[in-house]
């Protein structure tokens, strides 16, 4: 499980640091028609790059050293690299042959598994849930990662791929308000309250899957 996650969790940080929290996508993406993205097909554990070109076509699909967490670089096949919001980066467990599908960040005009969607509230990710879950503390490198234990958003999804989350609060939070409960590595049930006051919603978001699915 453990394994599962830190797939998860990698692509996410790789855009996701303290920087892209203050370019998040605004509520308002929510009210375009989402692609919904299901765990087949060139978001399947059997994708590969050669797939993404035939899909979207070769000069959309760019495969290089992009940047991960803590500085280091991994291989990946950016989808539509100069579109903000239709920008996809997939990476994959043999770099080789650019196959076995390890993760991809998802875009915001993108809906993920069980209609999640980038800039949505904690409030309904929940709904979607079914159940509370889970969220790591903010303001450092790997904050605001949620963990689904149970409920709806647990994995494996569609039979094999996994969901991760990441939120943010927003940038300007009135001074007189104390996030000292929500900061640093703590645990947060998103439930708690002060996650609402502080306007917290997805920044990032991405599916992945295990070694073992991927080589199947």
């Not at 605004?26 to 399947?44: M, Y």
Request: with cysteine; net charge negative.
């Amino acid at each position: 499980m453990l394994a599962r996650l830190f797939l998860c969790t990698f692509c996410l940080v790789s855009v996701a640091s303290p920087a892209f929290a203050k370019d998040k996508v605004k509520p308002a993406a929510l009210s375009a028609t989402a692609e919904a993205v299901a765990c087949a097909g060139v978001f399947g554990s059997d994708s590969s790059e050669a797939l993404l070109i035939e899909t979207y076509g070769k000069d959309n699909v760019v495969t290089g050293q992009v940047y991960g967490p803590e500085g280091i670089t991994y291989l990946a096949s950016t989808v539509y690299p100069d579109d903000a919001d239709r920008k996809m980066k997939f990476s994959w467990f043999n770099e080789d042959e650019l196959t076995q599908l390890s993760s991809v960040e998802l875009a915001p005009s993108q809906a993920g598994p069980g209609g999640v969607r980038i800039a949505m509230s904690v409030g309904e990710v929940q709904a979607i849930n079914g159940e509370p879950f889970t969220i790591g503390g903010f303001w450092w490198d790997y904050g605001g990662y949620a963990g689904f234990e149970t409920g709806q958003l647990a994995g494996p999804l569609q039979g094999e791929c996994y969901l991760s989350l990441r939120f943010s609060p927003a940038d300007d939070i009135p001074a007189a308000v104390d996030t000292t409960p929500i900061a640093g590595e703590v645990v947060i049930p998103s439930d708690e309250g002060l996650l609402e006051l502080v306007d917290t919603r997805v920044v990032g978001m991405s599916i992945g899957y295990a070694l073992e699915d991927a080589a199947e």
